[in-house]
Structure formats: C-alpha cells, structure tokens
C-alpha cells in the first residue's frame, strides 16, 4: 500500500509566538521538514535567532508579575480551559504529531489525551502549593516558608514527544506561578506552535507561554540569557553537557530528563507471554525512539530460549507502513540520518560479533522505500559491555541476554551508565520489591506497564539526569522554598 500524502493545511502558520504576538519571520534561518514515511520535504520552518530569544525573554518577564499575583483560582480555571481547547482540537493535533515525526496514529491519538491530562492535572495544584511552618525551639518566633516560583523558565522539549514533554513540564512551570519560553526542536515545531495558540485562546495572559521553534544558535541564546531563572532540557546527554557548560555564566539552575538504555528482568515464573510483548512494544512504540523503552531483555536462562523465540515470532506480524493508515503500528525513524546511523550500529554490532542476530537488521524497501523504515532488530547472546547494550540506540533494536541468577540480574541492569527506568516480571511478589529496590533507576515498571500519568514523577539517575517531572515532585521542581521568621 502506498503511502499517503500529509495533510499539510493542518500546520499552523506562525513562525514564533512572543508576548501574544504571532510572527510569521524569524532571523535564525530555516529548517526543512521532511516527511518520514516518504522522505519527502513539506515546508520550510522559520528558526529563532538570538533577537526573537531575547524578545521572548523579555515578554515571559514583564508578563510575570501580573501571572504570578493572579488569584489561583483564576490561574487554575486558565489551565483548565487549555486542557479542555486541547482536548477539543485532539484530531488535529494528533495529525500535527504524525506529520511531525511520522508516528503512528494509532498511538499519536493518545497524545493529546495525554497532554490535556496534564494541564488539567496541574491546574489543580495552582491552589494547592503550600508551605511548612519550622518549630523553633526553644526561641520564640513565628517560622514558616512559602514555596515561591523561579521566574522566567526556559522549557526545551524533545522531537520525539514534543506534545506530551511540553504538556508535563511547561504545564508544571505555570501552575506554580512561573512564565515560560519553550523552545520545541526545529524538526518537530508544530504540535507546540498550536498549543501556543490555545494558551492564548483559554486566555493565558501574552508572554506567559511564548514559543520559539529554534536550532542550536537558539537553543544556545536562551540557556545563556542573564533573564532566564531556570532551564529545564529534555534530551541527549551530549546537548545537556552543552546546556550545564552555557548555564554556567550566570549560575542557572537546570533539570535534566535524559536518554536510558533500560531493562527488562523476565524471570522463568513470570508470565512470558506478557513479558515478551511488553519488551516489543520498547521496540515498536515510537519505532523504538523513546528515553524510557526498554531496550535490553535480560531473561532467566531456563526460559530464555522460549521467551527469545516469543518475540521475535511476533515481530513478522508488525503492521508497518502508513502512519495515517489505521491498523499500522509501527512507522520510520525520525530522518535519513537516524536512520544511517541505527543501520550503522546494527552492522557493526554484526561485524564486531556483539551479538547474534535473530531478525531484521535492514531498511525496508519496496513502496516504503523512500521513507527511513527499519526493520524490526533483535540481537540474541548479546555482550553486556558492548555498544549494543551501553549505548542508546534509539531505534527498533533490541538486546537480549540470558542471566542465571537473581544478583546476577540486578548486576547486569545496573551494569549501565544509564537510570532512567527499568522492568521487572515476575510472579513472586516479594522478589518484585527486592529487584524493584535494588535497581539503578528512577522509575520501575512490574508486570505491565500503564504509559506514565501526571500524578507519576518521573525521571533518572546517572547519565539519565536529575530532577523529577510529573505529580508532587514535577511541581516542586518549579519552586523554590523562602523561609520567613518573625520574632513573636
């Protein structure tokens, strides 16, 4: 089946939106988007440069006072027409997200769900932020702290997710009574662009979201600028070092969502029908480009066999293709050069006898031809210390390896430069918390896995960053504590 054309009138038409103005040219050049699934050019996406940063910055700062004083309930019923108006427009911002990044839209669907549960989820909290009266024995004095917002907070959002990450992280920045500039990636613009534009029309005050689709010169203007209060970055760990490096000069505070390289722990007395699936969806999902997908499959080896055998059964019937067609599940990467570099890895890691391949390994050609399609990749017998199972791929390939015993498990998935998450199947539930607890990530799945909802914080450890976004944690991580003692 050929691949069909992206409804291209769906994109919204501004360039940048600052202070509540839409502008329709920027000064830091331009991006072509390429569609995916055909690799074919559609538009041309006007970047930010230094001066739209600047005014950006400057617009999210004189609009601070007047967000910051308005009465929480008034900032709560803000958020909360946002995430009915995304709601109500969910089709096409489901369209925008495909044609984005050429996910599926059986799963695109689900992101403005997502989304609009985050802005409601943190519309609730604008009136729940309290702070904590100090005991100050044995002197006699009225101590207590008031949670207070940073300012300016500059929100950088990734290409594969950029909805959702915007939804999550700019929606906590606000609640709590800060202003942002979101700068989405210049490959992945226009599901934020829009949702700019519904933050005018649920009647956000202009400059308190402002959003400027930017490269690196942007991206490296707005870490820098003395106004910005706090930087929150979602991404690679090679941009965030460049990110901490700008931050520096002026001592910003930054939070860090970063990339892993999960695992799933499948023991023989869990259900390995379940497990099997539930580590090819980290395949399947996103065509495997997600920071928290598990990547590596590590399995008893009195069942490895069967549960290897499970897995790779499945993967012949995989719909691949259209992502506007309804029952396709699985769509390209993201560009040509994603696409060069996964097969890259996949062919050294065949030359260099890091593993066994099973299945796939190859670009799909045919009617997909001209997309960037990868097959479906699953390596058996795989080294741990090998690229296959330190790097982040990020791509339709899977790891697996057998273990013996339990302590043998936990070594090997902490055996990672990565803690961003991990899985764990099992029947015994005793055993579910012990590996639970001694795993090196900041957030553990057990038998199953359910998406990750706003009441959920979320984040990693080591090279998967710091900080939390989502529930309690997501906002706090958007305050900071003044204490105030009054002598009585």
């Known amino acids: 089946m050929p691949i069909t054309e992206p409804p291209l009138d769906v994109l919204p038409g501004p360039a940048a939106l600052i202070g509540g103005e839409r502008l329709h040219s920027t000064g ?36 601070l006072p007047r967000w910051r004083a308005m009465p929480a309930n008034e900032r709560r019923a803000a958020l909360f027409r946002l995430a009915q108006l995304v709601t109500g427009h969910a089709e096409t911002l489901s369209a925008l997200q495909t044609l984005e990044t050429s996910v599926p839209q059986r799963f695109a669907a689900s992101f403005p769900v997502a989304a609009a549960d985050f802005f409601g989820y943190y519309a609730g909290w604008t009136d729940k932020l309290a702070g904590d009266l100090i005991e100050t024995w044995p002197s006699r004095a009225l101590d207590y702290t008031l949670p207070e917002p940073y300012g300016v907070v500059a929100v950088i959002v990734p290409w594969n997710g950029a909805m959702v990450s915007l939804a999550q992280i700019a929606g906590a920045a606000i609640a709590a009574g800060n202003t942002v500039v979101l700068k989405p990636p210049e490959r992945a ?130 719909p691949m293709g259209d992502p506007f067609a309804a029952g396709t599940s699985m769509g390209p990467v993201v560009d040509e050069a994603a696409c060069l570099r996964i097969l890259s890895t996949i062919d050294a890691a065949g030359r260099a006898g890091h593993g066994r391949l099973v299945s796939g390994g190859g670009r ?59 899985y ?65």
């Open 364 to 422: 799909l050609d045919g009617e997909l031809a001209g997309g960037y399609f990868v097959e479906p990749t699953v390596f058996a017998d795989v080294d741990n210390e090998s690229p296959l199972a330190q790097c982040e791929i990020f791509g339709p390939v899977l790891s697996f390896l057998p273990f013996e015993t339990e302590r043998e498990a936990i070594e090997l998935a902490n055996a990672s430069p990565y803690g961003l998450a991990g």
């Open 189 to 318: 613009p226009f599901t934020a662009l829009r949702i700019g534009e519904l933050c005018l029309e649920a009647g956000l005050p202009p400059g308190v979201v402002n959003v400027v689709p930017a490269g690196p010169e942007g991206g490296d203007a707005l870490v820098r600028h003395p106004m910005v209060d706090k930087i929150h970055f979602t991404g690679s760990g090679a941009t965030a070092k460049k990110v901490l490096a700008a931050a520096l000069d002026n001592l910003t505070p930054v939070g860090l969502e970063l990339g892993g390289k999960s695992a799933h722990l499948v023991f023989a007395d869990a259900n390995l029908g379940m497990a099997a699936r539930q580590a090819l969806a980290g395949l399947v999902i996103n065509s495997g480009q997600g920071c928290a997908n598990g990547t590596r499959v590590l399995v008893e080896a009195a069942v490895y066999e069967e549960v290897l055998r499970l897995a790779s059964g499945r993967l012949r019937h995989i």
């Open 424 to 488: 764990v199947h099992t029947g015994d539930v005793r055993r579910a918390h012990r590996v639970s607890q001694a795993l090196h990530a900041g957030n553990v799945w057990v038998n199953g896995f359910a998406g990750i909802p706003p009441s959920m914080p979320f984040g990693g450890t080591k090279q998967s960053g710091h900080g939390r976004v989502g529930g309690a944690a997501g906002i706090r991580e958007f305050t900071r504590p003044k204490n105030v003692w009054t002598a009585l």
């Open 28 to 63: 830091g050049g331009s991006y072509q988007h390429v569609y995916a699934a055909t690799g074919r050019p559609t538009v041309e996406v006007r970047l930010s440069g230094a001066d739209e940063i600047d005014a950006a910055v400057r617009a999210a700062r004189r609009a």
